[in-house]
């Protein structure tokens, strides 16, 4: 069974920043995508970063020069860096892993940025 953790959601300040942990356990033979989405109430969830296995990265325009997506491959776990952040990123932030053909999701880590 896989199973997904993240930590690192907080409330901060407009202008602050956060760390956001995920790290996956049980049996995942090969991992092609990490990523991150979030979610606001009433909005559909979104994505805001991925990293593939090549290393290569995307964020959302929205993010983008702020965020930083990374990850530790022997760990199996994925970080995001969230620097400069705006209370439009106020939301519940899921980690996502693609083992194809299956997709697991974390339980989702709040994040409250004030104003």
């Known amino acids: 069974q896989v199973q997904l953790v993240e930590s690192g959601g907080g409330l901060v300040q407009a202008g602050g920043s956060l760390r956001l942990s995920c790290a996956a356990s049980g049996s995942i033979a090969w991992i092609n995508v990490m990523g991150w989405y979030r979610q606001t109430p009433g909005k559909q969830r979104e994505l805001v970063a991925a990293i593939i296995t090549s290393g290569t990265t995307n964020y959302a325009d929205s993010v983008k020069g702020r965020f930083t997506i990374s990850r530790d491959i022997a760990k199996k776990t994925v970080y995001l860096q969230m620097n400069s952040l705006k209370p439009e990123d106020t939301a519940v932030y899921y980690c996502?892993?693609?083992?194809?053909?299956?997709?697991?999701w974390g339980q989702g880590t709040q994040v409250t940025v004030s104003s």
């Open positions: 996502k892993v693609v083992s194809a053909p299956y997709n697991y």
